[in-house]
């Protein structure tokens, strides 16, 4: 244990002291156009995950890429852990990520965000957060740009039963395009607010669309089915590797 402690550790401030060293160097590509700060967002990415998979030891693997349909979709996806928010914008390149409205506020890092064309949305506004939202995700299609949504609104722990939001069939319904939902593992690895980072390979699924046109009942009730499924497949297969088993001993 004190040698996953450490290894934690080491990630945390070469996360952090790393981020601010990108973040003040690339401070004026903020001025630059999107396609610079997207590259500039992918750099400092592709750091955390290599940082990431040097001192935590957990990498991924990605199956059923060719589920997903040419051309823009709603990519719905399981959110486990703060691992999706920085490998999707990499698994998924350009696509609009729907995020709080807050997040863009952050010096320099939300910023970024917001330069990159993500969808941000002011949480407890109603039905004017939906038409804020609709009209993003509108101008984002127009764009040939998929958006991605985390269906629940928020980090859920391994084995939570959160209810999912409107807003993923608020998009369904007036959009048009098929749902393409994904499901992971992440959170075994990487749990919501855990210091603790434990080895491993996080698995991400893309399963099969689900097409344009089912009343939302349907849809709620096939997506989450869909999603609760084989994220709690993936759940169950990593439990069942040796280096789960192992966790009591670890160090």
């Not at 401070?27 to 700060?37: D, E, G, N, S, T």
Request: proline letters at 6%.
């Amino acid at each position: 244990m004190l040698g996953l402690r450490l290894r934690s550790f080491l990630f945390n401030v070469g996360w952090y002291v790393g981020t601010a060293v990108i973040a003040i160097v690339g401070l004026p590509i903020l001025l630059m156009p999107r396609r610079a700060v997207v590259a500039w967002a992918d750099l400092w990415i592709d750091f955390c995950l290599w940082w990431l998979r040097i001192t935590c030891r957990i990498t991924h693997r990605v199956r059923g890429l060719e589920n997903r349909p040419a051309g823009p979709v709603i990519l719905a996806c399981k959110h486990q852990s703060s691992w999706e928010t920085l490998a999707f914008h990499r698994l998924f390149p350009n696509a609009a990520t729907v995020l709080k409205r807050e997040l863009v506020f952050i010096p320099v890092v939300g910023w970024a965000m917001a330069r990159a064309g993500n969808i941000a949305v002011e949480r407890g506004s109603g039905a004017s957060a939906l038409r804020g939202l609709l009209r993003q995700a509108r101008a984002t299609l127009a764009a040939g740009r998929s958006i991605l949504i985390y269906p629940e609104g928020t980090r859920t722990p391994v084995g939570s039963d959160a209810p999912y939001q409107a807003g993923t069939a608020a998009l369904y319904r007036q959009l048009g395009v098929p749902v393409v939902p994904v499901a992971l593992n992440s959170g075994v690895f990487w749990g919501r607010r855990k210091f603790i980072k434990w080895p491993g390979v996080i698995d991400v699924e893309v399963l099969e669309p689900i097409p344009p046109g089912l009343d939302r009942e349907t849809f709620m009730a096939t997506l989450r089915e869909r999603i609760e499924g084989a994220t709690g497949r993936l759940v169950a297969d990593a439990e069942r590797r040796p280096a789960w088993n192992e966790r009591g001993t670890s160090c």
